[in-house]
């Protein structure tokens, strides 16, 4: 598989079976803190993230950061000049969000396999809510993590306001958004932002480990579950039963239903 940036870089990784059906992403600035907000990286994730969501080969992404930073989020020296996205007076800045950083939530929503965040340093502000677009998240112990964008007098801009509640609460969300503190990895934890903390040294191997547990069950059954479970946030009981029945008969006359 050819890399499309080397903003970010893809290596495939064996499962138990001996398959390269493990996609490992590596955010590859950390001259900027891995910042998300230049167009280059922008069009990486999102050409990236298309071409593993178009392999039927790759079951499970593991995402990451070169360095010692997950995601800074926004390049602050592209904001501090008004250059790249920032550039531009009130209605270039609202269409420059549509064209540019919205385009990652969207990029990593259509993603149709799972997807595990490996947080290896601080996330922060959009870094921060990559962190909950992606399904699972395993935190290194030297991990931190901000919604800061309140200390910049500006709000999430990328859609924080809909995935940090969707992942750890309204509660914790605001207290997150309206203090702009930063959160060691414990906190994180408690809240339900990640779904563990591990030793840095044991991160990705603990990353790659959850994949390839994930990675021994049907490629297509992981596919189902994942729209599944997304497509039930919005839905009531009914509907929610509706879409499983459909997807049940279906999956009992394929050849990945086992006895």
Same mark, same amino acid.
Request: a negative charge; proline letters at 3%; charged letters at 20%.
């Given at each position: 598989?050819?890399?499309?940036?080397?903003?970010?870089?893809?290596?495939?990784?064996?499962?138990?079976?001996?398959?390269?059906?493990?996609?490992? =992403?590596?955010?590859?600035?950390?001259?900027?803190?891995?910042?998300?907000?230049?167009?280059?990286?922008?069009?990486?994730?999102?050409?990236?993230?298309?071409?593993?969501?178009?392999?039927?080969?790759?079951?499970?992404?593991? $995402?990451?950061?070169?360095?010692?930073?997950?995601?800074?989020?926004?390049?602050?020296?592209?904001?501090?000049?008004?250059?790249?996205?920032?550039?531009?007076?009130?209605?270039?800045?609202?269409?420059?969000?549509?064209? $540019?950083?919205?385009?990652?939530?969207?990029?990593?929503?259509?993603?149709?396999?799972?997807?595990?965040?490996?947080?290896?340093?601080?996330?922060?502000?959009?870094?921060?809510?990559?962190?909950?677009?992606?399904?699972?998240?395993?935190? /290194?112990?030297?991990?931190?993590?901000?919604?800061?964008?309140?200390?910049?007098?500006?709000?999430?801009?990328?859609?924080?306001?809909? =995935?940090?509640? *969707? *992942?750890?609460?309204?509660?914790?969300?605001?207290?997150?958004?309206?203090?702009?503190?930063? $959160? /060691?990895?414990?906190?994180?934890? *408690?809240?339900?932002?990640?779904?563990?903390?591990?030793?840095?040294?044991?991160?990705?191997?603990?990353?790659?480990?959850?994949?390839?547990?994930?990675?021994?069950?049907?490629? *297509?059954?992981?596919?189902?579950?994942?729209?599944?479970?997304?497509?039930?946030?919005?839905?009531?009981?009914?509907?929610?039963?509706?879409?499983?029945?459909?997807?049940?008969?279906?999956?009992?006359?394929?050849?990945?239903?086992? =006895?």
């Amino acid at each position: 598989m050819t890399d499309h940036s080397a903003h970010l870089t893809l290596e495939l990784c064996k499962d138990d079976s001996g398959a390269e059906s493990i996609a490992l =992403l590596t955010l590859n600035r950390p001259d900027i803190k891995n910042a998300i907000s230049d167009g280059e990286v922008i069009d990486a994730i999102e050409q990236t993230l298309a071409q593993v969501n178009d392999r039927q080969d790759i079951k499970v992404a593991v $995402f990451t950061g070169a360095g010692k930073v997950f995601s800074g989020g926004g390049n602050i020296k592209a904001m501090q000049q008004r250059s790249g996205m920032f550039a531009g007076d009130a209605q270039q800045l609202t269409a420059n969000y549509k064209a $540019f950083i919205q385009r990652i939530p969207l990029a990593f929503a259509q993603l149709e396999i799972p997807i595990i965040a490996a947080v290896n340093g601080p996330a922060v502000g959009a870094g921060n809510d990559m962190v909950c677009m992606c399904d699972v998240a395993i935190a /290194s112990e030297q991990a931190t993590f901000a919604e800061s964008f309140i200390k910049l007098g500006i709000i999430p801009g990328d859609g924080g306001a809909w =995935l940090l509640p *969707r *992942r750890i609460g309204m509660q914790h969300a605001l207290e997150m958004a309206l203090t702009g503190r930063t $959160f /060691s990895a414990d906190e994180a934890l *408690r809240m339900g932002l990640v779904s563990r903390v591990v030793p840095h040294a044991q991160l990705l191997g603990s990353a790659l480990g959850l994949a390839r547990q994930m990675a021994t069950n049907d490629a *297509r059954c992981l596919r189902e579950i994942k729209r599944l479970f997304n497509a039930a946030r919005s839905q009531t009981l009914e509907q929610a039963l509706d879409d499983a029945a459909q997807i049940q008969g279906q999956l009992h006359h394929a050849p990945g239903f086992k =006895l």
